[in-house]
C-alpha cells in the first residue's frame, strides 16, 4: 500500500492479521467467487459513473484495470484477506489511489452476499441442469421397459410384483421434485444486496436497481441490514442439494442391492474391480453416490449451526459459512452426473427378474383383491389367501426336507413352491366359507392373478404400474422434463443477456 496515504493504509498497517494472517483469509476459497467480483465490481462502477459519482474518466481507468486483473486470474492475487480487499489492492497498484474511488458507496458486506448469490445462481442452474440429465435417462431406461416384471418390496421383503418402468419412474418424479426445489430456491437466490453497504446503507445517491439489472438480478433484497447478513439463501439451496443427495442414494442403495441379485448389471465404466479377488465386479461408484447424502447432509447441518443464533448485523462466521454451500453443489453435481451415467448404461436381465417377480407369493395381493372384486370383504379375502399362503409355506418347507433327505440317499423328491396352488386355495376357502372358491371365481381368472406379468397388467390405477398406465406416466414426465429444461434454459439466457449488457456498458468507458 505505499502509493496510498491516510488513514485507511495506517488501519491496514495495524490490522493486518500478524500471526492470525492465515487463519482471517478467505483469499485461497475464494476463487470460486473470483469472477463474480469483478462482475460486481464492473456493474458498480458503472453505475457510479452514471449517477455521477465517480467521473467517466476514472471509472474507465478502474474498469481497464478490473480487466488486467482478470487477465492475470485469481492465483496473481496476493495483497489482501479476502479476495474483494487484494482485487482493490490490485486496482489501485495499477493506477495509483484514484482506483480507491471503486470501493465508494459499498462495504465488503454487501459485496460478498451479492458475489454468493451470483455464483450460486450459476451452480443451481448447474444443479438443476444434472437432475434434468438423470431424469433424462431414467425416463428413457423406463421406456425400454415397460413389460420388464420385477420383484417390488416393502421392508425389503418381496411384496407385490411390478415393472422396471414403473420402478424407474419412482424415482423419476422423486427427482423432478428435486429439480423443482432448485428452481424455487433460486427464486430467492437471484436478489441483489448491492448497494446495502455495511448493512446501514449510505449517503451516496446509489442507484441499486440499476446494479441489480446489470448484474442479472430479478430484484432486491430491500433491507440493507437483512442484505448485507442473511444467509438463508444459502440454507435453502443447501436444503435442496441435500434433499437430492438423499433421492439420489436411494437409487444407489437399490442398484447395489439389485446388482447383488444379479437383477441388473452396471457397466464396467461404473464399476471397479478388487486389488486381490480378480474376479471381482463391485458397483464403487453408486456405493460413493450413496455416500455423498451423509456429505450434504454434513454441509447442511454445518451451515445451520454455524449461522444459528448469529447476532445482526454482519459477523465474520458467516466467511466460513458459504464454503459448506459450495461444497454441497460439488459433491452433490457429481454424483448426479455419475448416477445418470451408471443408469444410462445398465442393463436389466429380463429372465432373472421374471423368475424373481413371482418369488414369495408376492401375488397373494392380487389373489385376495380378486376375491374381494368378486364380492367378498377384503378382510376375508385377506384371511383366506393368508391361510393358503401358510400351507403352501408349510408344503414348501416339508418338500424342502424330502429333497434333502432324497439327495443324501440319493432318490429323487418332489419339489414345492410356496405359492399355493389352485386346490389348497380351495380347499382354505371350503374350511373358511363353506363353499368352494370357484362358486365365487373363475379358475382362469384365480390363475391370471397368481401371474406375475398378468397381476402387474391388472393394477391400472392411476399412477400404477400396468403398461398402459406407465405409458401416460411416461408422457407426463417427458412433459414436465421440457418444461423444466426450458425454465433452466430460459434463467441461462437472462444470465447471458445481463452478461452482455454488462460488457457493452463497461465497453463506453474504457
Ligand atoms: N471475506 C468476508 C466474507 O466472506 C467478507 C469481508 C467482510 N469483512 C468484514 N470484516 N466485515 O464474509
Known amino acids: 500500500m505505499s502509493d496510498e496515504s491516510g488513514e485507511s493504509a495506517v488501519r491496514r498497517d495495524r490490522f493486518s492479521g500478524g500471526p492470525a494472517r492465515g487463519f482471517l483469509s478467505s483469499l485461497a476459497g475464494d476463487a470460486r467467487i473470483f469472477a463474480a467480483d469483478l462482475a460486481v465490481d464492473r456493474a458498480h462502477v458503472v453505475m457510479l459513473a452514471e449517477q455521477g459519482i465517480v467521473d467517466d474518466d476514472v471509472a474507465g481507468e478502474i474498469l481497464a484495470a478490473l480487466d488486467e486483473v482478470e487477465a492475470a486470474g485469481h492465483g496473481a492475487l496476493t495483497e489482501g484477506e479476502d479476495v474483494h480487499e487484494a482485487i482493490e489492492t490490485a486496482v489501485i497498484e495499477r493506477m495509483g489511489p484514484e482506483g480507491g474511488r471503486m470501493h465508494t458507496a459499498r462495504s465488503r458486506n454487501d459485496e460478498v452476499a451479492t458475489c454468493l448469490r451470483w455464483r450460486l445462481r450459476e451452480d443451481l442452474l448447474d444443479a438443476a441442469e444434472t437432475t434434468l440429465r438423470l431424469r433424462d435417462v431414467l425416463v428413457d431406461a423406463a421406456t425400454d421397459h415397460t413389460e420388464t416384471v420385477m420383484p417390488g418390496y416393502t421392508h425389503l421383503q418381496p411384496a407385490q410384483p411390478t415393472t422396471v418402468a414403473h420402478y424407474l419412474l419412482s424415482y423419476e418424479s422423486n427427482v423432478a421434485r428435486d429439480t423443482g426445489r432448485l428452481l424455487d430456491s433460486y427464486a430467492r437466490v437471484n436478489e441483489s444486496p448491492l448497494g446495502a453497504a455495511a448493512f446501514a446503507g449510505t449517503p451516496f445517491d446509489v442507484d441499486r436497481e440499476r446494479t441489480a439489472e446489470l448484474l442479472g438480478f430479478d430484484g432486491l433484497v430491500e433491507n440493507a441490514m437483512d442484505a448485507a447478513s442473511s444467509r438463508d439463501f444459502l440454507l435453502e439451496a443447501t436444503s435442496a442439494l441435500a434433499t437430492h443427495a438423499v433421492t439420489l442414494s ?261
Open 250 to 510: 436411494g437409487i444407489a442403495e437399490d442398484f447395489v442391492l439389485y446388482a447383488n441379485r444379479g437383477y441388473v448389471d452396471l457397466a464396467d465404466d461404473y464399476s471397479s474391480t478388487s486389488s486381490i479377488m480378480p474376479q471381482k465386479k463391485n458397483p464403487d461408484t453408486l456405493e460413493l453416490v450413496r455416500s455423498v447424502a451423509g456429505e450434504a447432509a454434513g454441509d447442511l447441518s454445518a451451515l445451520l449451526t454455524t449461522l444459528k443464533g448469529l447476532p445482526r448485523a454482519y459477523n465474520r462466521d458467516l466467511q466460513n459459512a458459504h464454503p459448506h454451500a459450495f461444497d454441497a453443489v460439488e459433491s452433490v453435481v457429481a454424483a448426479t452426473e455419475v448416477t445418470a451415467g451408471a443408469v444410462a448404461t445398465a442393463t436389466w436381465d429380463e429372465t432373472t427378474l421374471e423368475a424373481a417377480a413371482g418369488e414369495g407369493f408376492s401375488t397373494a395381493t392380487g389373489v385376495a383383491d380378486l376375491l374381494a372384486m368378486a364380492g367378498l370383504p377384503f378382510r376375508t379375502a385377506h384371511e383366506i389367501v393368508a391361510r393358503a399362503a401358510a400351507a403352501a409355506e408349510e408344503r414348501a418347507a416339508a418338500a424342502a426336507e424330502e429333497r434333502a433327505a432324497a439327495a443324501a440317499d440319493g432318490t429323487t423328491a418332489t419339489s414345492g413352491g410356496d405359492t399355493p396352488d389352485l386346490a389348497t386355495l380351495d380347499s382354505v376357502t371350503e374350511e373358511t366359507l363353506g363353499e368352494s372358491l370357484f362358486d365365487h371365481v373363475s379358475r382362469e381368472a384365480v390363475e391370471r392373478a397368481l401371474d406375475p406379468a398378468q397381476s402387474v397388467a391388472s393394477r391400472d390405477s392411476v399412477g400404477g404400474p400396468a403398461p398402459d398406465a406407465v405409458a401416460s406416466a411416461l408422457a407426463s414426465a417427458e412433459e414436465t422434463l421440457d418444461a423444466d429444461a426450458a425454465t433452466v434454459d430460459a434463467r441461462r439466457a437472462a444470465l447471458a443477456d445481463a452478461e452482455d449488457a454488462l460488457e457493452t456498458e463497461v465497453a463506453r468507458y474504457v
